[in-house]
């Protein structure tokens, strides 16, 4: 079993960033694909980024790219999400992710991970 726990959500103004942190337990994430998810209200949950068991490859929803960089530290077991330039649209709570798979591209369908962190906000005022 693979424990996650979200953390670094807030309040910040538009044009601002948050660093959102995911700490793991119980497993050692080296062969770990790990995800961000989010889900604003009223609306179904959606991909953000994911990045693969090396930290080789990465993928990011186009609504985030250039804004948000996902990073891992295997030795720290810790997935990372900087999130730069926030608008109002990034409102919604974070999830963090994790898949054992050991392929090179990070899967993108949430239904394909079996651990889920129990999420953190992220409000973005205008």
């Known amino acids: 079993q693979v424990q996650l726990v979200e953390s670094g959500g807030g309040l910040v103004q538009a044009g601002g960033s948050l660093r959102l942190s995911c700490a793991a337990s119980?497993?050692?994430?080296?062969?770990?694909?790990m995800g961000w998810f989010r889900q604003a209200p009223g609306k179904e949950r959606e991909f953000v980024v994911g990045?693969?068991?090396?930290?080789?490859?990465?993928y990011y929803a186009d609504s985030v790219k250039g804004r948000f960089t996902i990073s891992r530290n295997n030795v720290k077991n810790t997935v990372y999400l900087q999130m730069n330039s926030l608008e109002p649209e990034d409102t919604a709570v974070y999830y963090c992710?994790?898949?054992?798979?050991?392929?090179?591209?990070?899967?993108?369908?949430?239904?394909?991970?079996?651990?889920w962190g129990q999420g953190t906000q992220v409000t973005v005022s205008s």
């Open positions: 119980g497993r050692t994430l080296s062969s770990y694909t």
């Open positions: 992710a994790a898949r054992y798979s050991r392929s090179y591209q990070p899967e993108t369908t949430g239904d394909l991970y079996a651990y």
């Open positions: 990045i693969n068991w090396s930290g080789g490859s990465t």
